[in-house]
C-alpha cells in the first residue's frame, strides 16, 4: 500500500553557513562531508563590544566549547583566533526562501517550518520516488550545489519521527536518516524522555510525576493519566510515545501561520479543526 513518507530536511549552523559559504577566502577549501573545512567562525550581536550573543557558530568554532547563546566575551576567552561577523539577517532570510524554493522542488509537498528547517512528504512505494535514500540525497545534493550549505535530513512515517529522526541525522556520517513504520517503536522506545521534541516542561512532570525514564516508560502511561495530568496534551504525548503523529503538512503555515489554541473554534469543521491544533502544537513546541 502507498503510504506517504515525511522528513524534516535542516540546515546545518545556518547563519555561520551562510557567512561562510558566502566569503571567498574559505570557498576553496570547504568540503560537504567534512565540516572541518569550515573556518572557526561565529555570528554575533556587537562584535566591537564583546557583549553581543552568538547567534550561530560553525562545527569547526564549536569545538572550542563555543555554543549558541554564549556570551561574545567567553566565546572570545575559549577560542582568542574566533573569526567574529556581524549578523547579516535580509541576506539568512532570503537564502532560506530560496533553499525553501529548492525543497518544494523536490519535494511539492513541502512546509516551511522554521527560517532554516522545512517539512516534506512524498508517496511511498512510487514510481516518482523509488527510492527514499536517494530522493532525500537528492535535496541534500542540491542545497550544497547551489547554496554551500549542509543539510541533515530525518525521515519518517510522520512530521513528528521525521523530527526525532533529524536529531539522529545529525549525528550520522551522511546526515541522513530513514526510521521505516514497523521499526519506529523499536527505535524511539529506548530513548530518554527528555530527547521528546517539543515537551519541554512536560518532560520534567513525565520524569518526576510519572517516573518515565525512557519514551517506552511514556507510552507504557494510560491515556487517561496523562489526559488528566496534561489536559489536551496528554493525548499527544501518547501518540508520540508511541510514533504516531497525526500532523499534516502545511503548503502555507508561513502566508497564514496559526496563531494558538484559542482560535481553533473559529475553524470550521472538525477535521481541520483536529490536523491545525496538531500543526499548531508542533509550532507552538518551538515557540
Ligand atoms: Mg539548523
Request: charged letters at 25%.
Amino acid at each position: 500500500m502507498t503510504k506517504l513518507i515525511y522528513g524534516l530536511c535542516d540546515m546545518q549552523s545556518f547563519y555561520a553557513s551562510c557567512e561562510v559559504a558566502s566569503r571567498e577566502e574559505y570557498a576553496a577549501r570547504r568540503k560537504e562531508f567534512d565540516d572541518s573545512t569550515d573556518p572557526a567562525l561565529v555570528v554575533s550581536g556587537d562584535p566591537a563590544r564583546r557583549s553581543g550573543i552568538i547567534l550561530a557558530a560553525t562545527p569547526t568554532a564549536k569545538t572550542s566549547g563555543v555554543s549558541n547563546a554564549m556570551r561574545l566575551g567567553e566565546a572570545l576567552q575559549l577560542n582568542p583566533r574566533l573569526i567574529v561577523v556581524r549578523p547579516h539577517m535580509e541576506f539568512y532570510l532570503q537564502v532560506s526562501v530560496r533553499i525553501q524554493e529548492v525543497m518544494k522542488q523536490v519535494f511539492p509537498l513541502q512546509e516551511q517550518f522554521s527560517v532554516d528547517e522545512g517539512f516534506f512528504a512524498f508517496p511511498h512505494p512510487s514510481k516518482l520516488f523509488p527510492d527514499p535514500m536517494a530522493a532525500a540525497r537528492k535535496l541534500q545534493q542540491k542545497i550544497w550545489d547551489q547554496f554551500r550549505i549542509r543539510s541533515r535530513i530525518g525521515m519518517g512515517p510522520n512530521k513528528w519521527v521525521a523530527k526525532m529522526s533529524n536529531a539522529k541525522a545529525k549525528k550520522s556520517p551522511e546526515g541522513i536518516v530513514w526510521w521505516r513504520e514497523e521499526e519506529v517503536q523499536a527505535l524511539l522506545h529506548p530513548m530518554p524522555v527528555e530527547s521528546m521534541w517539543g515537551l519541554k516542561k512536560r518532560a520534567e512532570t513525565l520524569k518526576t510525576e510519572f517516573k518515565a525514564v525512557t519514551i517506552g516508560d511514556v507510552a507504557a502511561i494510560p491515556l487517561g493519566r496523562l489526559k488528566a495530568r496534561f489536559g489536551v496534551w496528554g493525548e499527544v504525548i501518547h501518540r508520540w510515545a508511541n510514533g504516531v503523529d497525526i500532523s499534516k503538512i502545511n503548503p502555507h503555515s508561513y502566508s497564514t501561520p496559526h496563531k494558538g489554541f484559542s482560535h481553533r473554534t473559529t475553524l470550521p469543521n472538525e477535521r481541520r479543526l483536529l490536523s491545525s491544533s496538531s500543526n499548531c502544537l508542533m509550532r507552538s513546541a518551538i515557540a
